[in-house]
Structure formats: structure tokens, C-alpha cells
């Protein structure tokens, strides 16, 4: 059975940061573009950042680049997000997914919900003021 396993939110103030991680096991998704949305209370779920299966292609949301960065370790079949300088309005849930269909990212796909085939529960990030 597929799992993805999200970690490493929490209460933080603004300007600090964490680092989330997502483990997935069940099978290896090395070779799949693996990415991070958030749902904020009242909000719909948006798109945050992807990766490619390499690790060596990635894409942001505007509204966090230059802030978050993703990252994979394909031999620990883990994705991360490093979440620096955090604003009120990142608080959120933060889910990891896979796109079991494709490799690389780019184009309208990796931002929408529907290209991801697997889904993490969720980690809570609250920022304060």
C-alpha cells in the first residue's frame, strides 16, 4: 500500500523557518515529479513547488520563490520543502504529492491538483506574528 508521510510542521514565528519532509513508502516514485501544495483555512488547496524525478528541475508559486526550496533524496524516497523567511500567510497545511504519470515538471501540469495521483494527510505550518 502506497503512504505518503508528511513531517516537520509547527508553530514558528515570522521571518523563521523549518523544513518539511514527506517519506513515501508502498513503492519507489524516483522517477516521478514529486510536489508540495497548501491549503489555508477557508482556501482552496494551491500549488507551492515540484520537482523532477532528477531533483535537478524545479518550479515555484511566486509566492514563494526565493523563499522555499524543494528537494528529493530518490535512495530515501523523500521529498522536502526547506521554508525560510515565513510570512503570516504561509500558515497552512502543507501535502506532498506524486504525479505518477510524468518525470519532469513544467507546463500547466505540475501546478494542478489533478496531474498528482498520491496524496500525503498534511502538516500543519502556523506562522505567527
Known amino acids: 500500500q502506497v503512504q505518503l508521510v508528511e513531517s516537520g510542521g509547527g508553530l514558528v514565528q515570522a521571518g523563521g523557518f523549518l523544513r518539511l519532509s514527506c517519506a513515501a513508502s508502498g513503492r519507489s516514485f524516483s522517477t516521478y515529479v514529486m510536489g508540495w501544495f497548501r491549503q489555508a483555512p477557508g482556501k482552496e488547496r494551491e500549488f507551492v513547488a515540484a520537482?523532477?524525478?532528477?531533483?535537478?528541475?524545479?518550479y515555484y508559486a511566486d509566492s514563494v520563490k526565493g523563499r522555499f526550496t524543494i528537494s528529493r533524496d530518490n535512495a530515501k524516497n523523500t521529498v522536502y520543502l526547506q521554508l525560510n523567511s515565513l510570512k503570516v500567510e504561509d500558515t497552512a497545511v502543507y501535502f506532498c504529492?506524486?504525479?505518477?504519470?510524468?518525470?519532469?515538471?513544467?507546463?500547466?501540469?505540475?501546478?494542478?491538483?489533478?496531474?498528482?495521483?498520491?496524496w500525503g494527510q498534511g502538516t500543519q505550518v502556523t506562522v505567527s506574528s
Open positions: 504529492a506524486v504525479d505518477g504519470s510524468r518525470s519532469l515538471v513544467g507546463g500547466t501540469y505540475s501546478l494542478q491538483e489533478k496531474s498528482y495521483d498520491y
Open positions: 520537482i523532477s524525478f532528477s531533483g535537478y528541475s524545479t
